[in-house]
């Protein structure tokens, strides 16, 4: 399910030469990752994400971290009756959003 998410999420934020990259990275990991056993693989990851991750990128990669880890601070002070309202007001505003 995680899988499904992460390429559901990586359509709304990469562009679509970034995300042929990440597919192409993929398949050049998992061809070598056969080869070269865990170690060789982890090693062929790391070097395969310097290639397409600029300073800028990883700079807003960073800030965008900071942010979600705000909101998770603020999302586990909530009572899990605050969660559950929380959830319903945006699950109805989602299957609301294109009525506007």
Request: charged content about 30%.
């Amino acid at each position: 399910m995680l899988g499904f998410l992460g390429r559901a999420l990586s359509g709304m934020v990469l562009t679509k030469d970034a995300r042929k990259a990440v597919h192409e990275a993929r398949g050049r990991a998992a061809a070598q990752s056969a080869s070269k056993g865990k170690a060789g693989s982890v090693a062929a990851l790391q070097a395969q994400g310097k290639e397409f991750v600029t300073p800028e990128r990883a700079e807003l990669l960073q800030s965008a971290l900071k942010v979600r880890s705000a909101k998770q601070k603020i999302l586990a002070d909530l009572s899990d009756e605050q969660r559950a309202r929380l959830v319903g007001v945006a699950m109805k505003r989602l299957l609301n959003e294109g009525k506007d």
